[in-house]
C-alpha cells in the first residue's frame, strides 16, 4: 500500500512565501513523475508544476519565475517553493506521483490548503 502526504499550507499575505512537501511511503520500488496541481473553489484542478526522476522541471505558466519544484528522491519527497503569492494563488494544492510497486499506479494527496489574503 503507497500513501502520498502533503503538508505545509496555510495562510499567508499576498508577496509572502510557503513551502509545501509531499512524501510517499509504503513498498515503493522507484517513483517516476511527481507534480503539484490545484484546485480553487468553482474551478477546475489545474496542473501547477511537475519534475522527472531525473530533475526536468515544467510550470504553470501563471506560477514561472515565483514557484520552484523539487524533489529528493532518497526520502521520496517533493517540494514546492511557493514566493511571491497573490491572492488568485488560493487553491487547495495536492500532490501526484506515478510510483512503481509491482505495477506502476498514479497516487494522489489527500491535499492541503493554500489561503493567499490580499
Known amino acids: 500500500q503507497v500513501q502520498v502526504v502533503e503538508s505545509g499550507g496555510g495562510l499567508v499575505q499576498a508577496g509572502g512565501s510557503l513551502r509545501l512537501s509531499c512524501t510517499a511511503s509504503?513498498?515503493?520500488?522507484?517513483?517516476?513523475?511527481m507534480g503539484w496541481y490545484r484546485q480553487a473553489p468553482g474551478k477546475r484542478r489545474e496542473l501547477v508544476a511537475t519534475?522527472?526522476?531525473?530533475?526536468?522541471?515544467d510550470y504553470a505558466d501563471s506560477v514561472k519565475g515565483r514557484f520552484t519544484i523539487s524533489r529528493d528522491n532518497a526520502k521520496n519527497t517533493m517540494y514546492l517553493q511557493m514566493n511571491s503569492l497573490k491572492p488568485e494563488d488560493t487553491a487547495v494544492y495536492y500532490c501526484?506521483?506515478?510510483?512503481?510497486?509491482?505495477?506502476?499506479?498514479?497516487?494522489w494527496g489527500q491535499g492541503t490548503q493554500v489561503t493567499v489574503s490580499s
Open positions: 519534475i522527472t526522476s531525473g530533475g526536468i522541471t
Open positions: 509504503g513498498s515503493i520500488f522507484s517513483i517516476a513523475a
Open positions: 501526484n506521483a506515478e510510483v512503481a510497486t509491482y505495477i506502476i499506479s498514479t497516487y
